[in-house]
């Protein structure tokens, strides 16, 4: 069945500090992978996709992605943190049914703790 | 453009009622999608509607339904309230159903059952 993993439940890093969320895919067929971020009592907020082509995807925000398909993974990185970026973080895979997109699957999500 | 909006925003209702919620998607999409997202379970689907059409459903009871009108808006019902059913409700939108179509979410309908 498909699934996406995120490791870590909770991460800490000081402002200014390198930033990388790990995300696993279990998925058959060619995966479409994206990154959302939630801010507390908001709805979700698209940082970034992967169709396709470039293995390495820039989003918004500053946030990068890395496709790796030999470790079915999709890691979601910044080079420096700010504090505005504490928020929860979650990855998801888009299904393909036939050719039309189906739902998305969720990971549990990466709750981020910015330290000043 | 107006992104996508979810009314009510929060909601409490005992158990046993019925509830309604309603997404209103992004002018121009046709596609609308329900999740719920609660602590223990993350963000689960509960089903899409295009074109007026349920194209996909996810994983829960009869007690959850949807539908959607000409306009695109999109309502979903939740019959005889259980307290599990208290979470945020997210709709998203998106223009059609094609693969690499993004789905924009609305900020939620946070329903508390008591």
């Known amino acids: 069945a498909q699934s996406v993993t995120q490791p870590d439940i909770h991460i800490t890093v000081s402002e200014g500090a390198s930033l990388e969320l790990r995300c696993n895919y279990s998925y058959g067929a060619t995966p479409y992978l994206f990154w959302y971020v939630q801010s507390p009592g908001q709805g979700l907020q698209l940082l970034l996709k992967?169709?396709?082509?470039?293995?390495l995807v820039q989003g918004i925000k500053g946030f990068e992605a890395e496709f790796k398909r030999s470790q079915s993974s999709f890691n979601l990185r910044k080079p420096s943190v700010h504090w505005s970026d504490a928020a929860e973080y979650f990855c998801?895979?888009?299904?393909?049914?036939?050719?039309?997109?189906?739902?998305?699957?969720f990971g549990k999500g990466t709750k981020l703790s910015v330290k000043p | 453009k107006a992104g996508v909006t979810q009314t009510p925003r929060y909601l409490i209702k005992t158990r046993g009622q019925q509830v309604t919620l309603s997404c209103s998607p992004i002018s121009g999409h046709r596609s609308v999608s329900w999740y719920q997202q609660t602590p223990g379970q993350g963000l689960q689907f509960l089903f899409e509607y295009f074109s007026e059409t349920q194209r996909n459903k996810g994983n829960f009871p009869g007690r959850f339904s949807g539908r959607q009108f000409s306009n695109s808006r999109s309502e979903m019902n939740v019959s005889t309230l259980e307290l599990g059913d208290s979470a945020l409700y997210l709709c998203a939108s998106r223009p059609g159903q094609g693969l690499t179509e993004t789905q924009y979410f609305g900020p939620g309908t946070r329903l508390l059952v008591l």
């Open positions: 998801a895979v888009g299904l393909n049914y036939g050719g039309s997109q189906g739902n998305l699957i």
């Open positions: 992967y169709f396709s082509g470039d293995t």
